[in-house]
């Protein structure tokens, strides 16, 4: 059973546009939330990361925001370029896991120029 | 640079002829993890080590084994591959607390024939 969930599925947007993926996740407690971001043939590089006591963290153009009390991230590409062109895994960890990470379905965005 | 290593990039097997995928970490993490990716889907867990201790996932096939011989090599044993199995097979590190995300390698593509 999926405990994030993930949308959109894919998302088209125009250079310079914001990109905007949503995660929820259920009732297990989590306390770390990164994002990861895949290109074609390789694998997933960790992007951003969060945890539950911020409510939001920017690294340059990639900003998290964290609603604690509503189960819920995302993710915010600022002026979006076309090598933003991805998949991206939301993640969330269980408290009681020192590890495992639970993965969100993913979200594959194109930026067109 | 620290890193996760995965050889091959590419293998192709055939159907039921065992194959060995190979992960190696210079980041002296303690935990090693599995993960098979099919196209356009999340990284499944098929299991992870904890130093020497080996965990299973419970919806992991007997096909799969894995072996940690030491602290910085990993492998994944497919005892009789079908054509199922066919997927980017992710090798992943992390450190003892998990205070940090995960650390993949580039992936091994594997196709059985």
Known sequence: QQQVKQSPQSLIVQKGGISIINCAYENTAFDYFPWYQQFPGK???LLIAIR??????KEGRFTISFNK???????HIMDSQPGDSATYFCAARPTDSWGK????????????? | DAMVIQNPRYQVTQFGKPVTLSCSQTLNHNVMYWYQQKSSQAPKLLFHY???DFNNEADTPDNFQSRR????????????????DAAMYLCATSSPLGTSGYTFGSGTRLTVV
């Open chain 1, 69 to 75: 009390s509503a189960k819920q991230f995302s993710l």
């Open chain 1, 43 to 45: 694998g997933p590089a």
């Open chain 1, 101 to 113: 990470l639970q993965f969100g379905a993913g979200t594959q965005v194109v930026v067109t120029p």
């Open chain 2, 69 to 84: 011989p030491n602290t910085s090599f990993c492998f994944l044993d497919i005892r009789s591959p079908g054509l199922g």
């Open chain 1, 52 to 57: 539950p006591d911020v409510s939001e963290k």
């Open chain 2, 50 to 52: 904890y130093d020497k």
